[in-house]
Every structure is written in C-alpha cells, then in structure tokens.
C-alpha cells in the first residue's frame, strides 16, 4: 500500500476529487428540477422552493449534533459492563 | 380434522425436532423443505376459521386465515428458507432447532384467533428465541439471554395478567380489534410492546440480537418484533398513543444507531427505528397506514435480513463487528459489499427499492390525514434513516478507512442467500403489484409519480451530504451509549449489592451472638450454621411468584 497505482482505483484521490464534483453537481441538477416543475404541497412548508433538498441537509446535520451533544454525557467505555 | 385445520406454523415446530437426529445431508434437506412445506399449506388454507379447539369454555380457533394474516405467515416462511439456506453452514444444530420452533410459533401466533393460544405461542417463542442467543455457548452469550429471558418474562407476564383480566371482563377469549380502555386492554398492549421494543423496554433487543451467532441474529430480527407488529395491527389500529410511541422509537433508534461503533448493534438499533415507524402507521390507523404497515413489515424482514446478513458474512469471515477495526472491505467481498449496499437502500426507501414502495404509504397517511406535525416528523425520520442504516453501516464496515483485512465472500450458500434477497428488494420495488395485492385493504396508491421521486432523492442524497460533510463529527469511538438495561445492568446490581451488603451485616452481628450465647452456655453451635441468607430469600420469593402464578391460572 504505497503508491497510488497499488490502490483500488476507488479509493485514489482522483477518484475521489470526480466522485465529489459528480455527486455536487446532481445535488445541483436535482434542486433545479423544482423550478421547472409545479408544487403540490399537502401542507404551507413543503412547497417552498427545494423543500426536500434543505429540510434534508438541516435535519441530519441536527441530529448529528444532538447524537454527539447527548454522547458527552452517555457515552462509556466500551469495556463499561465487563466486570459483571 | 381437515387439512385446513391443521395450523401450518406445527410443520416447522414438528419438524424441529427432526434436525438433530438426521444426518448432516438430511437436515439441510428439512431446513430448506419444511419452509417451503409451509408456504405451501399457508397458500392452500381456505379464508375462515378452522382447527377450532374446545378448551374448558372456551373456544380456541388455531387456523385464522385472511389477507393479513396469510401475507404475515408468508414472509415468516420465506425468511425461515432464506435464514436457513444461509444457516446451512452453523455447525450449532441447537441454534437450527430452536430458530425453527422459533419461527413455527411465529407462525402460529398469526394464525391464532384466540387470546389464549396465542399466549402460549408467544411464551414458546420467548423462550425458542432464547436458546438461539443461549446456543452460543459462551459465558457472556449465557448472562445476555438472561437478561432477555427476563425481558420477555416481564412482558409475558404483562400479557396474561392482561388477558385474564379481559377474559374475566367480557367473558370471551377472542382476539380482535380492541381499545385500550379497561385494566386488561391496557396490559395487554403493554405485554405486546414490550416485544415490539417499545420504551422503556427497548434496550433488551440492542443487548441480546448482537450476541447471537452470525446466522442467529439474521432470525432474531424477522420474528418477535414483526409479530409484536402484527397483534398490534389486529389488536390496536388506530390506538393514538402508538403514535406518540412510535415516533419516540424512530428516533431513539436512529440517535443511538449514530453513536454506536459496532456493526451490528447499528442494526439492532435501526431494528428499533423501523418498528417504531410500523408502530407510528397503526396509530394512524386508516386503512391507507394499515396496508402500508403491513406492506412495510413484509419488506423490512427482508432487508433487514439481508443487511444483517452482509453484516453476518463480515463477522463470519473477519470474526470482527466494531467499526474501529473494520474498512475498506469492498476490494476483497465485492458480493457482500453490494447486498449491503441494496439492503442500505432498501431500508432508506431509496426509489427502485422494497423500502419506497412501503415506507411511503405510511408518510401519505399522515398527509392525508393532515398530521402536520407526524408528517414532518417521518421525513425528518426517513432522512435519518439514510444517516444511520443507509450510508453509516456500508461505509463504516466496506469503505471507510483501509483496515488492511482481506477476507473473501462467504461461502456458496451465504451469497446465494443474500442474492435472493437482494433480488427481492430490487423485484419490490419495481414491480410493487404484486405485494399489494396480497394486503389487507384494496390499494389506491402509485409510488412513482415524477414528484414522489425527485422528492425523495432531493432528501435522500441532501441527507447523504450531510453525512460526507458531517464526518469529523462521526469518527468512531471505542464506545457504548448508556440505554435504559443500565437501570437493571447497573442500579439493580448496585441496590441488590447493598440489600447484601445489610444482611452480610445482619449476619454476623447474628453470629456474634451466638458466639457470645454459645460461650455463655459452652454450647457448640458451629453445626446449626445459618444457611446463607440471599439463597433462602430468593426461594420464598419465587415461592409467592409461583403461588401466584397457580392462584391466577385456577382463577380462569
């Protein structure tokens, strides 16, 4: 595992760099589909403009934070009920 | 007796029995025959009830056949082929004995008409389900599924005080659509949810199903929590505290499946997760959340067996769950890698997939319904999905970092196991027809419209970036998170050790008396030794438990 040619072509760095602009831009591509198509929300919110791109991204990123602010105080030793 | 009363769940609890006095060939003949036996007979029982049984007063009907109940013995059968197609390899023949009356019981508390037989389906399968943790062998594998047992005793014991109750109130042992209203609904739908993981009883499930074997687990997910699903579609629909359960469910699963570091408790805790959106769609209770829970039952057993099967290779051949020591693992099992994948999808209902064609049918209800705050709380759900089943469990365990392991894929029987579940993934999910034909209500509703895939994508993959972008935050950390078992695990041991702490005490002020009383009266007392007090205690304890127990069974 030294030079970049030893590795898997998925894991080279080139790769990686395409996969990201790639994935960006149908992330683009798929908040441009709203313009073009009519909402039809079942309630006000979820026909703003990219409803689900933005509720998406805010909610995991939320509950990231709330995983690891709750870890500070439930987090333990994985060894924490060996001594039973 | 006719052939249609005969319960089809016997053919497997039969049957168990066979397995360890065949040879090697024989038995893996009856692991794959007897469930096919079985679909056979559950497809071939005419709509009704038969096998009805006179026990005292009452009536036990064994055979119950409708679309809701045929469509849950369905895919009990078919995870019962494909979990053993994939066990062939467990050398454990007691694991294989024990999943297959395990699952027959499975199969006869849907079929059961009656409260009464189906408490004693449900009491075999606690403890069935047990020796499959038990069968391990090992020392923590004893002391996890006694915890379990213990679990599983509370709720049985929950139930049939429940069901005592009821039958003393309304005189009749049936079992159908009741409300949670009086003392003995009310503990009934307690014991249910207690096998659905349901607060405050949930951490048994993320305790026990990791420390099973590398095939056990694949059918500890399939049955207790699906059936604990189904007697509360026939039982409770449209209960509306499910709801409130159901969504607590969704998101403890996906907080704790965030900041767990083994692979299979990841999946122990989505487990959770998905039940609770079941749990969530018969609060809804219309017939719309009805058949989209039972459609998404039927698909959940699958994927969640095929990722606890990819999940199962990796242990099998690695002999490593945590996902510090695990990555990079796609060079080496490129099969496992993309069952996984597809199980991943699956469960986050990416469009194509089991998971879309049913997770949204429960989503609509809560539109159609205008429950604003439920709807927005299952989309939120369902992005969390993705977080922590969809991406975190392929990337943690096949992409991640290089770990330097170079396992192949499982043997034969495994990967053709997993390919046919993940065919049956993708098949659902193209073709939904045919599963919605089998539900219990007529369908009205088309998954792929335009709209309902862009905004399903738009989520899905806006959620994955924010896993991408959110990964400092997710390295994983040799760690466990407390969960409600620390309350019997921890403050239970601490309270039981100073109740023996006290009586340590008692004791030898006990003793020194005597000794004081002995040297008074130069008596020899050493051999009128008290004996050691915990012991005796615990015998009159489960003395009165059992009293009790006899007391109420000739009370009915």
Known sequence: MTGNDEKHWLVRPNTIRLLWRYGIGLLVILVLVDVFKEPHPYFGIDGTFGFYAWFGLVVCVAMVLFAKALGVFLKRKDSYYDDE | MTMSDFPPGLVLILGAFLLPVVSQNIRSVLILGLPLVTLGLIWSLPDGSNGVVSLFTYELVLVRVDALSRLFATIFSIMTFAGGLYA?????????????????????????????????????????STVVVLSVGSKLSYRVSLRYFLAHMFGGGLLMAGILAFILDSGSVEFSAMQPNTLGTVLILAGFLVNAAAPPMSSWLSDAYPEASFSGTVFLSAFTTKTA???????????????????????????YALLEND???????????????MVTGIGIGTEMAMNGVAAHAFTHIIYKALLLMSAGAVLYMTGKRKCT????LFQSMPLTTICGI?????????????????KSMISQSAADESMFVVWMLLLAASAGVFLHAGIKFPWFVFFQKDSGLRPTDPPWNMKLAMVLFAALCIGLGIWPQYLYDMLPYPVAYEPYTVAHVVKMLQLLLFSGFAFFLMLPFM??????????DWFYRKLGGVVACSLDWVLKVQHQAEMATRTRLANYAKLDLRHFEPRSRPIGTMAVIMLLIFLSYLVFSLLV
């Open chain 2, 88 to 128: 062939l390899n467990q050398k454990k023949v007691l694991e294989l004995v024990s999943v297959f009356i395990y699952a027959g019981c499975a199969i006869g508390v849907v079929f059961t008409g009656d409260l009464i037989s189906l408490f004693v389906f449900w009491e075999i399968m606690a403890v069935a």
């Open chain 2, 229 to 255: 699903v189904y007697v509360l579609l026939r039982g409770f629909p449209g209960a509306e505290i499910l709801i409130f359960v159901g969504l607590f469910m969704i998101f403890y699963g996906i907080i």
């Open chain 2, 325 to 328: 020591d695990l990555g990079g």
């Open chain 2, 475 to 484: 390295k994983r950390t040799l760690t466990i998170t407390l969960d409600f």
């Open chain 2, 263 to 277: 692979m299979r408790r990841i999946l122990a805790y989505s487990i959770v997760n998905q039940v609770g959106f």
């Open chain 2, 342 to 358: 597809i199980g991943a999808l699956s469960i986050s209902s990416f469009p194509f997939t089991s998971g879309f064609i049913s």
